[in-house]
């Protein structure tokens, strides 16, 4: 089954706690991207690939990282989280170099800092 | 810089209506428009795709429109059901950019 799946679905974390959310889809896709979903501001990319070795900057970049060794994964790393960084998190992917293809999301992750 | 805009913010039908709901973008240089449906605290699943040579598409009970001159798409539901109640997104892509610019959402509801 063609599917991008997130882990963890679910994590509370504290200030300071490196934590990675890791993201991975079996369609051999090129292109990657993470949102963060937050209530009133809707959807908005942290950072994407457009394929292994190449990542960029998004809308809201700051206090994330990202590195894209393989193909298939894309690794969310919050080196030092804080409270303004509890949301619900989100991984695509879509085919393509130029992204012309459709957009694939993975279930979310939900997380929450103290 | 591209804006979308989704109208109604938030739609309540009794079951077995038809409705509309309305996705609007500011730069007509698009290069497809996406269709998703997004229940509460989950993903977003696609719905349908529309590249800018096409005019709609359909699936089951749903249809979508586009026309790039007038920066509008409508997606189109017959015959509503509870189950179709969701929060309903369009995003949409322009040339030579990596983003899909995100409409914020119609809230819909279903009554039974």
């Known amino acids: 089954e063609a599917q991008v799946t997130q882990n963890p679905r679910y994590l509370i974390t504290v200030t300071g706690k490196k934590l990675t959310v890791t993201c991975s889809q079996n369609?051999?896709?090129?292109?990657m991207s993470w949102y963060r979903q937050d209530p009133g501001l809707g959807l908005r990319q942290i950072y994407y690939?457009?394929?292994?070795?190449?990542?960029d900057k998004g809308d809201v970049p700051e206090g994330y990282k990202v590195s894209r060794k393989e193909k298939r994964n894309f690794p969310l790393i919050l080196e030092s989280p804080s409270p303004n960084q509890t949301s619900l998190y989100f991984c695509?992917?879509?085919?393509?170099?130029?992204?012309?293809?459709?957009?694939?999301f993975g279930e979310g992750s939900r997380l929450t800092v103290l | 810089k591209q804006e979308v805009t989704q109208i109604p913010a938030a739609l309540s039908v009794p079951e077995g209506e038809n409705l509309v709901l309305n996705c609007s973008f500011t730069d007509s240089a698009i290069y497809n428009l996406q269709w998703f449906r997004q229940d509460p605290g989950k993903g977003l699943t696609s719905l349908l795709l529309i590249q800018s040579s096409q005019r709609e598409q359909t699936s089951g009970r749903l249809n979508a429109s586009l026309d790039k001159s007038s920066g509008r798409s409508t997606l189109y539901i017959a015959a509503s059901q509870p189950g179709d109640s969701a929060t309903y997104l369009c995003?949409?892509?322009?040339?030579?950019?990596?983003?899909?610019?995100f409409g914020p959402g119609t809230r819909l509801s279903v009554l039974p």
């Open positions: 690939s457009m394929n292994v070795e190449v990542t």
């Open positions: 695509a992917s879509s085919a393509g170099t130029q992204n012309t293809g459709e957009l694939f």
């Open positions: 995003a949409v892509k322009g040339f030579g950019g990596q983003n899909f610019v």
């Open positions: 369609m051999n896709h090129e292109y």
